[in-house]
């Protein structure tokens, strides 16, 4: 099955500061999200993305599909962006179903 | 937008009971529906597609007969913990998508289930 790797595993940055999370796959998709794991467990949709640029306030996502990756840029990072970041894909090949990266873990400090 | 209630958010339960978990899409029809399991820490593994009028499809190392789905409406999927142990307590989310693109996947927001 296709392998989603996300990168850095944890982050910790200043407030204010700017941010890019990275999500590698192995194979071509047809479905790519962005989501954001508050710590309530609730999956905030941030992004459907399965290629080209997003842009939605302080957050914007770029995937290049040809290449197999995808970006998520959090600029002026706030403290209520902390949390736990994941892309999730969709095989090509497979019916419906993403399967998820392994995520980024994300520390905004005041 | 698209939404998907599950139901209920926090469950505690004797060891060798049994738990069930309702997913609803509450504005639109979901032919398939998604049950994941995450532990602390950790990412969501995927568990079983869900499939409206059929049985469900199980991911490789999900034990079926654990794990009851139900997939009986257009709107409706429940998972069913069997004989519930300590290690299989986890958060459980589940997911559906709405329409054929152009939306993605919308989760629900989770149970937490704690098998004491």
């Known amino acids: 099955g296709i392998q989603v790797e996300q990168s850095p595993p944890d982050l910790i940055l200043q407030e204010g500061a700017n941010s890019t999370l990275r999500c590698n796959f192995s194979d071509s998709v047809n479905n790519l999200q962005w989501f954001h794991q508050n710590p309530w467990g609730q999956l905030i949709n941030l992004f459907y993305i399965p290629s080209g640029t997003k842009q939605n306030g302080r957050l914007s996502a770029t995937t290049v599909a040809t290449e197999r990756y995808s970006l998520l840029y959090i600029s002026s990072s706030q403290t209520t962006d902390s949390g736990v970041y994941f892309c999730a894909v969709g095989e090509s090949s497979s019916a419906s179903k993403i399967i998820f990266g392994s995520g980024t873990r994300l520390s905004i400090r005041p | ?116």
């Open chain 2, 1 to 116: 937008g698209a939404v998907v209630s599950q139901h209920p958010s926090r469950v505690i339960c004797k060891s060798g009971t049994s738990v069930k978990i309702e997913c609803r899409s509450l504005d639109f029809q979901a032919t398939t529906m998604f049950w994941y399991r995450q532990f602390p820490k950790q990412s969501l593994m995927l568990m079983a597609t869900s499939n409206e009028g059929s049985k469900a499809t199980y991911e490789q190392g999900v034990e079926k007969d654990k794990f009851l789905i139900n997939h009986a409406s257009l709107t409706l999927s429940t998972l069913t913990v069997t004989s519930a142990h300590p290690e299989d307590s986890s958060f459980y989310i589940c997911s559906a998508r709405a329409g054929t693109g152009g939306n993605g996947y919308t989760f629900g927001s989770g149970t937490r289930l704690t098998v004491v």
